[in-house]
T-cell receptor, first 114, second 113 residues
Framework: DTAVSQTPKYLVTQMGNDKSIKCEQN?????MYWYKQDSKKFLKIMFS???????INETVPNRFSPKSPDKAHLNLHINSLELGDSAVYFC?????????????FGSGTQLSVL | SQQGEEDPQALSIQEGENATMNCSYK?????LQWYRQNSGRGLVHLIL?????REKHSGRLRVTLDTSKKSSSLLITASRAADTASYFC?????????????FGKGTKLSVKP
């Protein structure tokens, strides 16, 4: 009964491939996020969706395309993977996108591009 | 752009001691939050302090906020080995997109038994 679950946990792939990471939350939250954590542990927001609508897109290359089929799911598709895409990707959710909301995070997907 | 900067980057203490971590930020905020990340895991929310609050407690955690100095501190009292983790502050900046928390790089805390 994990609150925010993302799959896969590990993803090892070759440069140039296309891959997807899936995320689901069972908290009934309206808002979901993708964050990227680099090797220095710096965590940066990539996207945010509220009720399936894109509300934050933080200068992420258009090789990254989020898709929210419903408000419980936010998947991340990455085309033409590059070495620099290697990182840990975290999905998160919050009750809403109003102020003073806390985030609930998944356990992360470690992406290694070779 | 990065908003929060935690200090120190790493902290090693003995079980039972108190641990203090600091966070400085650059712009005015609506609130500041602290999260914990155990190795290989996602972040877990610890505490949220609003810009009009100066201090907040939750169990062994005490958070202070000084908006004039644009800084916050997280104190963990009577630390335990299980407190070993990285601790991040995150700010909700005034003028920023709603829901857009900006995280610092974290303080890695090691509590030795």
């Amino acid at each position: 009964d994990t609150a925010v679950s993302q799959t896969p946990k590990y993803l090892v792939t070759q440069m140039g491939n296309d891959k997807s990471i899936k995320c689901e939350q069972n908290l009934g939250h309206d808002t979901m996020y993708w964050y990227k954590q680099d090797s220095k542990k710096f965590l940066k927001i990539m996207f945010s969706y509220n009720n399936k609508e894109l509300i934050i897109n933080e200068t992420v290359p258009n090789r990254f395309s989020p898709k929210s089929p419903d408000k419980a799911h936010l998947n991340l598709h990455i085309n033409s993977l590059e070495l620099g895409d290697s990182a840990v990707y975290f999905c998160a959710s919050s009750q809403s996108n109003r102020r003073n909301e806390k985030l609930f995070f998944g356990s992360g997907t470690q992406l290694s591009v070779l | 752009s990065q908003q929060g900067e935690e200090d120190p980057q790493a902290l090693s203490i003995q079980e039972g001691e108190n641990a203090t971590m600091n966070c400085s930020y650059k712009t005015s905020i609506n609130n500041l939050q602290w999260y914990r990340q155990n190795s290989g895991r996602g972040l877990v929310h610890l505490i949220l302090i609003r810009s009009n609050e100066r201090e907040k407690h939750s169990g062994r955690l005490r958070v202070t906020l000084d908006t004039s100095k644009k800084s916050s501190s997280l104190l963990i009292t009577a630390s335990r080995a299980a407190d070993t983790a990285s601790y991040f502050c995150a700010t909700d900046a005034i003028g920023g997109s709603q829901g857009n928390l900006i995280f610092g790089k974290g303080t890695k805390l090691s509590v030795k038994p």
